[in-house]
Nanobody, 123 residues
Framework: QVQLVESGGGLVQAGGSLRLSCAAS????????MGWFRQAPGKEREFVAA????????YYGDSVKGRFTISRDNAKNTVYLQMNSLKLEDTAVYYC????????????????WGQGTQVTVSS
């Protein structure tokens, strides 16, 4: 079992950067693959990035590739999402998620979810 709490969201101008954090409870964080998803107003939840349990494999949605970086520090039970060159289209609530096993892109495959943190990009 794992509990997730996101932080680091806020208001930023287009072209700027933010770093989101997701703090996980428990002693088994290193057993979980982790994902970031986002949901903009009126839109479906979208895959952003994912990372394998050991941190060696990472995957990104096409819309964020080259701009966002996912990483994790298993000693701190924390996963990060570094967001650079932010665009207006990145405005959304960002959710941290966790699952046992191989990383996937589908939100329904993730077992645990944080409460979300709002990211708003302005011009």
């Amino acid at each position: 079992q794992v509990q997730l709490v996101e932080s680091g969201g806020g208001l930023v101008q287009a072209g700027g950067s933010l770093r989101l954090s997701c703090a996980a409870s428990g002693r088994t964080f290193s057993s979980y693959s982790m994902g970031w998803f986002r949901q903009a107003p009126g839109k479906e939840r979208e895959f952003v990035a994912a990372i394998s349990s050991g941190g060696w494999n990472t995957y990104y949605g096409d819309s964020v590739k080259g701009r966002f970086t996912i990483s994790r520090d298993n000693a701190k039970n924390t996963v990060y999402l570094q967001m650079n060159s932010l665009k207006l289209e990145d405005t959304a609530v960002y959710y941290c998620s966790a699952r046992l096993g191989t990383v996937v892109r589908g939100s329904k495959a993730y077992d645990y979810w944080g409460q979300g943190t709002q990211v708003t990009v302005s011009s």
